[in-house]
T-cell receptor
Framework: AQSVTQLDSQVPVFEEAPVELRCNYS??????LFWYVQYPNQGLQLLLK??????LVKGINGFEAEFNKSQTSFHLRKPSVHISDTAEYFCAVSPTTNTGNQFYFGTGTSLTVIP | ETGVTQTPRHLVMGMTNKKSLKCEQHLGHNAMYWYKQSAKKPLELMFVYSLEERVENNSVPSRFSPECPNSSHLFLHLHTLQPEDSALYLCASSQDVVTDRYFGPGTRLLVL
């Protein structure tokens, strides 16, 4: 079975500072990995995804993530955050053999950017 | 309309009411999903449809009844709900069941 752990439930950071949101997963099979963002009163929006190839993945809004197979991690980073980045961030994992219900989300990390 | 749309955006209902949530995807995807998002809890997958066939029902109470008349539309029929069913209900679609989900804006449901 797969699972996703987002170690930090809340991350406050000052504007223009760098941020890293941590995500670890457990799986006995190959996986695809995703990061989503959810702004207040909205649905989830895909930030980036890792399917194969380069382990450094670049997404929208200046975010990037690095897949580390040995550490089973997929941490999300941004070198300089804006106020508008304040939102909930979800990591998700799907085995490459997913038959429909095996798309697992973490519990989310609430990022608050402080002016 | 583009992406995934959901109506209504907000819904207040009594425990004896019957209501339906509607979802429509304009992406040509083959799979659609209902998720429940409650405060401080992980997203809960409720139903999965792939090519209009239900793939999975994660032990959801029978007071929630999904309907998928075609690959672009998904409904969630609600009947005699409980206050603990109050949550944000998110619809999503994907090209297939393995790839990333595209989410709608959600319906904020309050059961009184």
């Amino acid at each position: 079975a797969q699972s996703v752990t987002q170690l930090d439930s809340q991350v406050p950071v000052f504007e223009e500072a760098p941020v890293e949101l941590r995500c670890n997963y457990s799986s006995s099979v190959s996986v695809y990995l995703f990061w989503y963002v959810q702004y207040p009163n909205q649905g989830l929006q895909l930030l980036l995804k890792y399917l194969s190839g380069s382990t450094l993945v670049k997404g929208i809004n200046g975010f990037e993530a690095e897949f580390n197979k040995s550490q089973t991690s997929f941490h999300l980073r941004k070198p300089s955050v804006h106020i508008s980045d304040t939102a909930e961030y979800f990591c998700a994992v799907s085995p490459t053999t997913n038959t429909g219900n095996q798309f697992y989300f973490g519990t989310g990390t609430s990022l608050t950017v402080i002016p | 309309e583009t992406g995934v749309t959901q109506t209504p955006r907000h819904l207040v209902m009594g425990m004896t009411n019957k209501k339906s949530l509607k979802c429509e995807q304009h992406l040509g995807h083959n799979a659609m999903y209902w998720y429940k998002q409650s405060a401080k809890k992980p997203l809960e997958l409720m139903f999965v449809y792939s090519l209009e066939e239900r793939v999975e029902n994660n032990s959801v109470p029978s007071r929630f009844s999904p309907e998928c008349p075609n690959s672009s539309h998904l409904f969630l029929h609600l009947h005699t709900l409980q206050p603990e069913d109050s949550a944000l209900y998110l619809c999503a679609s994907s090209q297939d069941v393995v790839t990333d989900r595209y989410f709608g804006p959600g319906t904020r449901l309050l059961v009184l």
